[in-house]
């Protein structure tokens, strides 16, 4: 997977900058905007799909599990019951 985008590059364990937009694997990833685009269009994705996306981009190259996820992601869904991920 190759990737590179505007303003910081993604490294394990640092934070990008969710103004910036990036590319990944031939799609444009505006997470300010939520979308994504590619040769055959534009989509726009929830909030927690683009964080989760740009979690994923920010650690390439490493597995990132389910529980790593909801731990980083979701925190905010802690102790509702809810599945953040069904």
């Known amino acids: 997977m190759s990737f590179s985008h505007d303003a910081t590059t993604p490294m394990s364990g640092k ?35 683009m964080q989760v996306l740009v ?4 650690h390439a190259g ?3 599990s389910r529980s790593e996820l909801e731990e980083r992601i979701c925190q905010s869904l802690r102790g509702a019951g809810d ?4």
């Open 15 to 49: 934070s990008m900058d969710l103004a910036a937009s990036f590319e990944v694997a031939g799609y444009r990833v505006e997470p300010s905007t939520l979308r994504v685009t590619g040769a055959s269009g534009e989509a726009r994705l929830e909030s927690k799909a």
């Open 62 to 64: 490493r597995v990132v």
């Open 83 to 86: 599945d953040p991920f069904p």
């Open 55 to 58: 979690y994923l981009v920010e």
